[in-house]
């Protein structure tokens, strides 16, 4: 009962955060027969006696409950008696949540954790009518509907706010969880982080303090070849924009130097876009994209990078995608970032052929499918065991792009980016992010923690563009700008 009580009381308290949003004090609570149900109960008493008018809808009798749920629910019925205007009903149809429909608030408090794969009546039902309704809808620990253990589910609660009780759980942050949690905000149930630290986990949150303690450090006696040096193969006749966006990036990140290598016979192009790289031409002979017999000439600068980008804008022509693989076959202890066109030419198999230790892989959800010859249909379903399997079997972290951005290390870790937002579903923002993580890494050498900062500074910027830009009209180019306030934001935020 004590911790039941504590996760009522500390749910009760996270609500009164959101009170702003309350039309008026009817507050509707949903509730199930487990203790996800119990919790409900327990969060009425509090509600009724702190002056809120509460309709409870109880999908279980008190036969059907057991444990501190019956007692809870025995408890309130019996406070209920008090508050004449509130009223406690058992569920038989549908037309019993009719009685919700002029409440301010809707509280979840049906199978919280209990929910594995595709939820059947009346819960799918129930949750269908709840969503339909105009209220401030809150859920007790986890969104009835969604399956944790792969953030899935069909017909999930849509909640504005989640109140997760003990520790934060990391399927409400990606996948379906990240669609319909919300705010998600920590609750308590009275023990300490102690007790859940014995528990092992390879699922972890990037958090602001992550992205702090990450950020590549400058020395004292640096100079612009001591700070990172890293060549950007990127662009083509078809898509010159994205390697300037790319290598404008690397140089904002604070490596020290970088050089574009670029097609001759459109060099100019690049040479306007670029702010302070060095354009590397290369012969191409008028056909303005990347060869296999180009790779000599760039030899001199793959030896001299600490870091290679490679990638965006190159182009699809069965040339290119060829000397992509060859760059990287050649090249197995150096750092690559690989992105866009260079991932594609991985595909159909081809990433089995060659060795990825040191590579970082960028890809967004269909570039990833294609990758994998699946559909995304099939990397919905549980995008942990795809990234997962994936990095660890190849030996490659892998940066899964997507709302939200997933980074997955080689032992098998998968790691959530808790910054962004849709603002950032725009072109050129994945090859400004491949231009960020190369420039930490050639200035860290700390491959996890140049990548922890890089995505969630790449985000932070985004986000903080929200206020003056909103999510419609900021661009890749904004978000590139803004990253010296983002790192600005974060020193001071945590210093």
């Known amino acids: 009962m004590v911790l039941m009580e504590n996760a009522a009381r500390s749910i009760y308290d996270t609500m009164l955060e959101y009170s702003e949003y309350f039309d008026n004090k009817s507050i509707g609570i949903v509730c199930g027969k487990g203790n996800n149900g119990g919790d409900g109960f327990a969060l009425a008493r509090h509600l009724l006696i702190n002056g809120y008018d509460i309709k409870i809808i109880s999908l279980g009798s008190e036969k059907d409950l057991k444990g501190e749920a019956l007692e809870n629910f025995r408890i309130t019925k019996n406070v209920l008696a008090e508050y004449p205007s509130s ?239 060859k760059l990287i076959s050649e090249n197995k202890n150096k750092f690559m970032v690989i992105d866009a066109d260079a991932i594609y030419a991985l595909s159909n198999g081809n990433y089995y052929k060659l060795n990825l230790a040191n590579k970082i892989l960028t890809p967004h959800h269909k570039e990833f499918t294609d990758l994998l010859g699946i559909t995304l249909e099939e990397l919905e379903k549980d995008f942990a065991a795809f990234g997962k399997k994936f990095a660890e079997e190849n030996n490659c972290w892998l940066v899964l792009k997507g709302a939200p951005t997933l980074l997955f290390t080689p032992k098998g870790e998968m790691l959530i980016n808790s910054a962004g937002n849709p603002g950032m579903a725009k072109f050129g923002t994945g090859d400004v992010l491949t231009g960020i993580i190369a420039g930490f890494i050639a200035l860290s050498k700390e491959m996890e923690s140049a990548l922890i900062s890089a995505i969630y500074l790449h985000s932070l910027s985004a986000d903080l563009l929200l206020e003056k830009k909103t999510e419609y009209s900021f661009t890749a180019k904004d978000i590139l700008e803004n990253l010296p306030d983002a790192i600005k934001f974060i020193r001071k935020a945590i210093i």
């Open 87 to 325: 009223k406690l009903l058992l569920y038989k149809s549908i037309r019993d949540l009719k009685s919700l429909k002029d409440c301010s608030v809707i509280v979840d408090a049906m199978l919280g954790t209990g929910s594995r794969g595709e939820i059947g009546k009346p819960y799918s039902e129930i949750i269908v009518f709840l969503n339909s309704l105009d209220a401030f809808k809150i859920s007790v620990d986890v969104p009835t509907g969604l399956d944790l253990e792969t953030s899935t589910g069909e017909i999930i609660f849509q909640a504005d706010l989640t109140v997760t009780l003990s520790e934060y759980k990391t399927g409400l942050f990606y996948g379906k969880g990240y669609v319909n949690c919300g705010t998600v905000a920590k609750g308590s149930i009275g023990i300490g982080s102690r007790y859940y630290n014995q528990f092992s986990t390879n699922n972890y949150l990037i958090e602001p303090e992550d992205a702090y303690f990450g950020l590549p450090k400058k020395s004292i006696d640096t100079h612009k070849y001591s700070s990172g040096k890293v060549l950007v193969i990127a662009g083509s006749g078809s898509y010159p924009g994205a390697a300037c966006f790319t290598a404008n990036a690397v140089l904002k990140s604070g490596a020290g130097s970088c050089f574009l290598a670029f097609p001759k016979s459109i060099k100019q192009v690049a040479q306007k876009k670029v702010d302070a790289a060095i354009v590397f031409p290369y012969s191409d002979n008028k056909t303005e994209y990347l060869q296999e017999s180009n790779l000599s000439e760039l030899s001199i600068k793959v030896k001299w990078a600490d870091v290679i980008a490679i990638g965006p804008g190159l182009g699809r022509e069965e040339v290119t995608l060829a000397a992509v693989r």
